[in-house]
């Protein structure tokens, strides 16, 4: 608190003395930050005010006051400056000034957290920073589960002129990672004065240096090797998801005082992934205490109530932390109770059997006896109504069970503790709300809510050759299916895309066109009939763009209770924090369909007959 504003800070101190505190200048606002919600930016350029240290921080430092605003550190040897977080994000970064005046050092301590494919821009961003006009940019990130959806994904960094010349991990158990590289100033001065050396003087006012009686460099240093530039290893888009997800359950999982995962398994893609996810968790567990990582022994100890234990396998520990259970009723086919059996097998994950269709038929008994009717499946000459119904009791009873094997299959086993329910419903789904509100995609998290359809069965298929889980095979051939209507001849006759009038993969486009391009309607209508001219009339792209859009608004409400899912896409649908908007629309949208209809006659009359 300065002058009774509340800023977000750096402090900078030295040998038990604080040198400068830095306020925050730009602010990350956008996505899923709020920060102009809790601290005000510093709107003062080079302008230094004086700070009246609280009591208890005097008695410590002996300081009444310090520097305070936007300054930089003079040592005898160099100059060192300070950006935070998003600033280096921003098109006016405080790198670009400090580097005109002077400033040779860069630091930033930042909590960026983690997308799909969103290394390579930090990266840039950063290598960019000290190409234009020279210095030395050192990079610290957060690396955990926030408590919330996100997960910060570290990639500490050093980088100089240009070149990253030092690279922490991405994703790993270790709380704390330490990087170092020994760097030559001069290289900075050289490079400088080549470069940059005619444009050097700024307009602005210099920035205030905070001189500290301290030298980064000594007489002797001369002789010691340098650094010298590496090229960074980028994971790719499967390795993501199995590292960043697996990382966040594990923080989660440890900090939430339960003994472990219980999953339904359905078969199918979806399930699996998250099935697949906490295998992966238990490799990286397994390699930790390998590599003498205490902390990771001690609160797996902690985890499976067990203090001589020492996992040995990462299949022996998911059969100590993950339980799994596919839940039958008379619309399940035999084939994705075997898959399902086949992968926990596989995993090494406790597996159960269970047949829901007692629950539901007593639940539909209480409806009957009350109403006096009995509802009918579609296929039986029941209505749209009485068959939705009819699903969504099944999906229900699934969640309601689900809850109660987590508190208590321990228990019948004779050990303490409860287990966390996961979720497997995908971007996509939640996109367009095809789930059943409070069905068992209501869990307690969710590591591939974030996540799309086609990048899980890219996972999938990385998983069949990273862990040798061949029984994923089986589950990627089948067709996505809910499995909630009646079978015909013993098959499957219901399949998610047929039942949304859309493909997943299209779903990705309409999802990445509404939230990253902000296109509504119309707007997203004018690009996809040029993006899939190739394969669709206008008149089909408008019908797809309707259906979506229909969908879309009609079942935003189920965002309002969605699961907390493992942010990892720039276009999720999450109501909590990142993708704000009403849940209750005009699901008629008239205007908007009415713009695209008379487009597609505009086109229509305008294109020649063959």
Not at 125 to 133: E, G, H, P, Q, R
Not at 214 to 237: E, K
Request: aromatic share 10%.
């Amino acid at each position: 608190m300065h002058h009774n504003v509340r800023y977000n800070c750096r402090v900078l101190f030295f040998n038990r003395k604080i040198l400068l505190i830095r306020p925050k200048m730009l602010m990350a606002n956008h996505g899923i930050y709020r920060e102009m919600r809790w601290f005000s930016p510093w709107n003062q350029l080079r302008i230094v005010e004086e700070y009246f240290l609280p009591r208890m921080i005097q008695e410590v430092t002996g300081q009444d006051t310090v520097p305070f605003g936007d300054c930089v550190l003079s040592t005898k040897d160099t100059c060192i400056g300070t950006e935070i977080c998003a600033e280096l994000w921003n098109p006016r970064s405080p790198h670009i000034q400090m580097g005109l005046d002077g400033v040779e050092i860069f630091t930033n301590s930042s909590a960026s957290h983690h997308e799909l494919r969103k290394a390579d821009q930090r990266v840039n961003l950063i290598k960019s920073a000290t190409t234009k006009s020279g210095g030395i940019y050192l990079y610290a990130n957060q690396r955990g589960c926030d408590g919330d959806r996100l997960y910060y994904d570290g990639c500490a960094m050093v980088a100089i002129n240009g070149d990253v010349v030092a690279q922490g991990a991405q994703f790993s158990l270790k709380d704390v990672e330490v990087i170092t590289a020994t760097l030559d100033l001069e290289d900075v001065r050289s490079y400088r004065g080549e470069m940059c050396q005619p444009n050097m003087e700024s307009e602005h006012k210099s920035c205030h240096r905070v001189k500290v009686d301290f030298s980064l460099s000594s007489c002797d240093d001369i002789y010691l090797p340098t650094h010298q530039p590496i090229t960074w290893h980028f994971h790719t888009p499967e390795e993501e998801i199995s590292l960043g997800p697996a990382c966040w359950l594990w923080d989660y999982l440890r900090r939430s005082g339960q003994a472990g995962f219980l999953l339904p398994l359905s078969g199918g893609v979806d399930s699996s992934s998250t099935a697949c996810i906490v295998h992966s968790m238990c490799v990286l567990l397994c390699q930790a205490v390998e590599d003498g990582n205490s902390q990771v022994l001690q609160d797996v100890r902690r985890v499976v109530g067990d203090e001589s234990y020492r996992p040995q396998h990462p299949k022996e520990l998911c059969g100590r932390v993950f339980t799994t259970c596919y839940m039958a009723s008379e619309n399940s086919s035999v084939d994705t109770c075997n898959r399902a059996k086949d992968l926990a097998n596989q995993i090494g994950s406790s597996h159960m059997n269970i047949n829901i269709d007692m629950a539901v038929k007593g639940i539909l008994g209480i409806f009957s006896v009350v109403t006096g009717k009995l509802p009918q499946f579609r296929a039986n000459g029941g209505s749209h109504r009485e068959n939705l119904a009819l699903q969504n009791v099944q999906a229900r009873v699934r969640m309601v069970l689900a809850y109660l094997f987590a508190q208590l299959s321990l228990w019948a086993r004779g050990k303490p503790g409860g287990l966390l329910v996961l979720g497997s419903a995908n971007v996509d789904e939640s996109l367009t709300g095809y789930f059943t509100k409070y069905d068992c995609s209501s869990a307690d998290i969710n590591p591939i809510g974030g996540i799309s359809k086609t990048d899980l069965k890219s996972f999938l298929l990385y998983c069949v050759e990273q862990f040798q889980l061949t029984a994923l095979k089986g589950i990627l051939a089948a067709p996505p299916t809910a499995e909630l209507e009646p079978l015909t001849d013993g098959q499957v006759s219901q399949t998610d895309e047929a039942d949304m009038g859309m493909t997943y993969s299209e779903l990705s486009v309409f999802g990445r066109l509404r939230k990253i391009s902000k296109c509504g309607p119309f707007s997203m209508f004018c690009k996809l009939i040029h993006m899939w001219k190739d394969a669709l009339s206008p008149m089909e792209v408008a019908q797809k763009v309707k259906r979506f859009f229909v969908m879309y608004s009609v079942n935003r409400h189920k965002m309002t209770t969605v699961t907390p899912a493992y942010h990892a896409e720039s276009y999720s649908p999450d109501d909590n924090r990142f993708d704000l908007r009403p849940f209750l629309y005009n699901a008629r949208w008239t205007w908007q369909f009415r713009s695209i209809d008379n487009q597609v006659s505009q086109m229509a009359k305008n294109t020649p007959k063959q």
